[in-house]
């Protein structure tokens, strides 16, 4: 696909945005300070191809990480300004093929499929990458969404290997999945709200292949979390270490949050979005009032602002002047879409995810050709560790487009999910 060509709008029947909808989409864009530049689907497309192309320049300049593994996919803007394109090992590298999903299922364009088959396939050896829980992430967004779109039965085995890896780090002692390896002289055994979003995969994998191991696991795997990340108020702790001879909580801390007592805002939207589709794939209704209560918690904040992005840290402690996390808002968005359907107060629920694009197509997306070709700015990766503060990530863009997918989903009466 090249800029000069315009992307086509032909649709297949189970696709994707009616042109009524289309011009819902339609969005004043630029930073808070503003412009008067107008998207919509057809634009952001426009602007994920200056992003691609970008992607193309930066890995023809520099192939390599810093430790010899090609570069794939893009992930955020550097402090230097340049443009950070990272390896399929990285965390994040599956949102960007996903982008590309989401792209082909909004438009039924053929060269985003092209584009979403070919940077999948770049991942297939993550696999087998058990070095954390992140394969959940990197292999269900790009193979997962792969599968669901175009069933190609290749991506089958694929993905039951990156559910074979995930499960791999449970633990029957501790009755949880280990999240990461790193920090050994502070962690014994660390598990942080995050991982509830790689159950999915492991939900999928039963599915699959009729072996309930991968389905007990995560049901255990969020009972532990239940459990032991969520405070009365149902606000979630960031990471919780356990002792892994007794299984006991050693220590409740933050890592990319304002403090170990905070509510850090993109982990209280993980566990909002894990509790939700774990509620989906189990139907056990104590993870919908779960799920319920932690909608409850970020919606009813006296510090969430009006627009629903919220601060990088419910508890940051320079709130008003601090940046808001757009990352945390489209996972918000994207969850209280498929929330919206399951609960009685769903149509108030629906409103809010609304309201939650609206903000984001209206003043956190990127003016037309900036920013890389990142769709969304004004995202807070780890403002504890300063990196990553106020700039577009790859994973607001997933999310942001996956909440478009289910609004238009929801619009035309079919499942969310
Ligand atoms: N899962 C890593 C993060 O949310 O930053």
Redesign the pocket.
Known sequence: MNQEKSISLKRKPSVIISSIMLSLFIFSCGGPSGNSTKIDIEEIGQQLLVLDDNVQKEIAKSPLDARGEEKIVPRTINDDGSLRVVAGHD?TSGFYPGIMWYMYELTGDPEWKGKAVRYTSKLTKEMYNGSNH?VG?RMYCSFGNGLRLIEDEIYVPVLVQSAKTLIARYSETVRSIKSWDFNEEVWQFPV?V?NM?NLELLFWASEETGDPIYRDIAIQHALTTKKNHYRSDYSSVHVVDYDTITGAVRQKNTH?GYADESSWA??QA?GLYGFTMTYRCTKDKQFLEQAEKIAGFLLNHPRLPEDLVPYWDFDAPGIPNEERDV?AAAIIASALYELSTYTENGGELKEKADQILESLGSVYASPAGENYGFILAHSV??KHGNSEVDVPLN?ADYYFLEALVRQERLANNKPVV
């Open positions: 965390w992140d992430f942080i995050d979003m990319q993109r982990g993980w990352s990766g780890n994973y």
